[in-house]
């Protein structure tokens, strides 16, 4: 059993910890207050040969892996959660090709993703359907026409790069729209210049502003059956997929909460009170100690996550210890958010400081791909199928 990281991973720790302190952190606030898409940002990525860490070599990437994508989001997530989503996103369109996409597939769509020429986005949500993925009613009918292929019509929401996308990875009904079974849908790639696809509105975030969330629209978008992404009937794929994505979650948690607790740790080092400081006071020392364990709890777990998915292991017998990692980094990091803001008190709720930021986009976590819930349903089958048992 190994606890520290291989050279390779150490010396991506070192280069993207350098990276987010001199790019990262200085653009932070300005992306969030202007909510506009950080162009020089991706490129500084693109430069920095950070967009291809989780696509294999022979496709254009390191092969850095799952483990080296979420060394990478921890470090960017300390001071940006927005950046931080900008690395998911070269993952959580492109899984489902690498789990089981074609090999024309995966030459044609992931090299330009490595390389920063074509960015990428996930439908899978519905506005009537999130958590409930079979709920989804974007339908996919067989193309009668003599290219074949299938056309697509329906809704997608809550879709992060929506509108900076140059593809789609999109999951939809093959069968009936109300049926609820599993082998119903399939996944496909669409081209963003298809016709009948179009970006419909733009959410109005909370926080993570600078990456756009918001609908794909997709009214008789034809389809090339060779566009199709493994077998039709892909419910098991869209969820292997999500199940690969947990660790990768989890890092922005884990990052957005270290980044946290250091800014507030530095404060009160320097925040003069009652003859002392507010260090000083073992209530605040106290504070600080078991955030740190718990961060350093979601550290363990996100990291025995993210080896187990590059190990092939996210299938449903390893989805309680994947689950763990996404739930417990990403509570923490509301936790940790909210107790910076506590510990710098009434400056920690203004925008001269980053800590009311972080509790913005601490809120997200639990929620996006996979809710705090839906991961504690997944844990406690888990235990009761003995997927997660001691004995």
């Not at 430069?47 to 860490?53: K, N, V």
């Amino acid at each position: 059993m190994e606890f520290t990281l291989s050279d390779e991973l150490s010396q991506l720790q070192e280069t993207v910890r350098r990276f987010a302190r001199e790019k990262v952190k200085p653009r932070a606030r300005e992306i969030d207050e202007s909510g506009d898409y950080p162009q020089d940002l991706f490129e500084d990525f693109a430069a920095a040969s950070l967009l291809g860490l989780c696509i294999p070599e022979q496709y254009g990437g390191s092969g850095a892996g799952i483990m080296g994508l979420t060394i990478a989001i921890e470090e960017v997530a300390k001071y940006s959660s927005t950046a931080a989503l900008m690395l998911l996103l070269t993952r959580l369109p492109t899984g489902p090709v690498m789990i089981a996409g074609s090999e024309e597939q995966k030459k044609r769509y992931l090299p330009g993703i490595a390389d920063g020429t074509t960015r990428a986005a996930f439908g899978l949500s519905e506005p009537g359907a999130g958590s409930d993925v079979v709920g989804m009613r974007t339908r996919a009918t067989p193309d009668a026409g003599e290219e074949g292929g299938y056309v697509l019509n329906g809704t997608k929401c809550w879709m992060s790069g929506v509108a900076q996308a140059d593809w789609y990875t999109v999951f939809a009904k093959t069968g009936d729209p109300a049926s609820r079974r599993h082998d119903s849908i399939t996944a496909f790639i669409v081209d963003r210049s298809s016709p009948g696809l179009s970006v419909g509105s733009i959410d109005r975030k909370m926080g993570v502003r600078g990456v756009d969330t918001g609908e794909l629209l997709l009214e008789d978008v034809h389809v090339p059956r060779e566009n199709v992404v493994g077998e039709v009937g892909g419910f098991r794929l869209a969820m292997l997929g999500l199940n690969s994505m947990r660790p990768v979650v989890a890092a922005r948690g884990i990052g957005l909460a270290e980044g946290a607790l250091m800014y507030a740790t530095e404060y009160v080092k320097t925040r003069s009170a009652f003859g002392g400081t507010i260090a000083d006071f073992q209530g605040i020392q106290w504070e600080i100690a078991k955030m740190a364990v718990e961060i350093e709890a979601a550290r363990l777990l996100t990291y025995r996550a993210a080896w187990l998915a590059d190990e092939g292991k996210f299938t449903s017998e390893w989805v309680p210890h994947l689950s763990m990692a996404k739930y417990h980094a990403t509570e923490v990091a509301v936790k940790a958010s909210g107790l910076a803001l506590q510990l710098l008190g009434a400056a920690g709720y203004m925008k001269d400081h980053p800590t009311e930021l972080w509790y913005r986009d601490a809120r997200q976590l639990t929620i996006v791909e996979g809710t705090s819930q839906v991961q504690l349903n997944l844990i406690g089958r888990g235990v009761l199928d003995h997927s997660l048992w001691w004995d």
